[in-house]
């Protein structure tokens, strides 16, 4: 059974930075793909960024320069730094197994 719990966001400032984690468990990290989505207020669901098990990664458009997605597979932990954060930005953000989404941290970027 595949068990995710984000962690990390809050309110920050525009061009602040934030740093999400997502514990796992029932994910095998060395081979699964994972993945960050967030869904803003009123919106649908975004990919935001996947991490392949070879490391390989992958970003949307909108976060590409300012978000890195990472990961440690002895803790099963993965993870999202956020620097440059913009207002846009502002969403419950979710780890994600394919379909599997587990509880959401809600970041907000507000002056």
């Known amino acids: 059974d595949v068990q995710l719990q984000a962690s990390g966001g809050g309110l920050v400032q525009p061009g602040g930075s934030l740093r999400l984690s997502c514990a796992a468990s029932?994910?095998?990290?060395?081979?699964?793909?994972m993945s960050w989505v967030r869904q803003a207020p009123g919106k649908g669901v975004e990919l935001v960024s996947y991490?392949?098990?070879?490391?390989?990664?992958r970003y949307a458009d909108s976060v590409r320069g300012r978000f890195t997605i990472s990961k440690d597979n002895a803790k099963s932990t993965l993870y999202l730094q956020m620097n440059n954060l913009k207002p846009e930005d502002t969403a419950v953000y979710y780890c994600?197994?394919?379909?599997?989404r587990g509880q959401g941290t809600l970041v907000t970027v507000s002056s």
């Open positions: 994600a197994k394919e379909t599997k």
């Open positions: 991490i392949t098990g070879g490391g390989s990664t």
């Open positions: 029932g994910v095998t990290f060395s081979s699964d793909t």
